[in-house]
Nanobody
Framework: VRLVESGGHSVQSGGSLRLSCAASGFPVSTLCMGWFRQAPGKEREGVAFIDRVGGVLSADSVGGRFTISRDRAKNTLFLQMTSLQPEDTAVYYC??????????????????WGQGTQVTVSS
């Protein structure tokens, strides 16, 4: 299993970004996949998740601003982020859990991680 994130960038407040997570070693539609983020000095937190049947979990902190999706043909997970705010600044990680189908917000439930991509939002 390999996960490779891309798309992180520096943007101004109110801007948008789309993060990508290219997966290899398994089909993205067969496991729960999700996005976490970690801001400087803070714990890693779950942002959004999608399960095998397309069910979605989304953290209250991102409200309706972030949308998770996947492309089976490209075997890629996406995170569309809109109305970005300085508090969204963090390293964003893609993750998956291979041993249980349901998605959770818990970092310890995920056993495969990407290397992370930096998102910086300036005011």
């Amino acid at each position: 299993v390999r996960l490779v994130e891309s798309g992180g960038h520096s943007v101004q407040s109110g801007g948008s970004l789309r993060l990508s997570c290219a997966a290899s070693g398994f089909p993205v539609s067969t496991l729960c996949m999700g996005w976490f983020r970690q801001a400087p000095g803070k714990e890693r937190e779950g942002v959004a998740f999608i399960d095998r049947v397309g069910g979605v979990l989304s953290a209250d902190s991102v409200g309706g601003r972030f949308t998770i999706s996947r492309d089976r043909a490209k075997n890629t997970l996406f995170l569309q982020m809109t109305s970005l705010q300085p508090e969204d600044t963090a390293v964003y990680y893609c993750a998956t859990r291979s041993w249980f189908p349901a998605c959770t917000y818990s970092v310890s439930d995920y056993n495969f991680w990407g290397q992370g991509t930096q998102v910086t939002v300036s005011s």
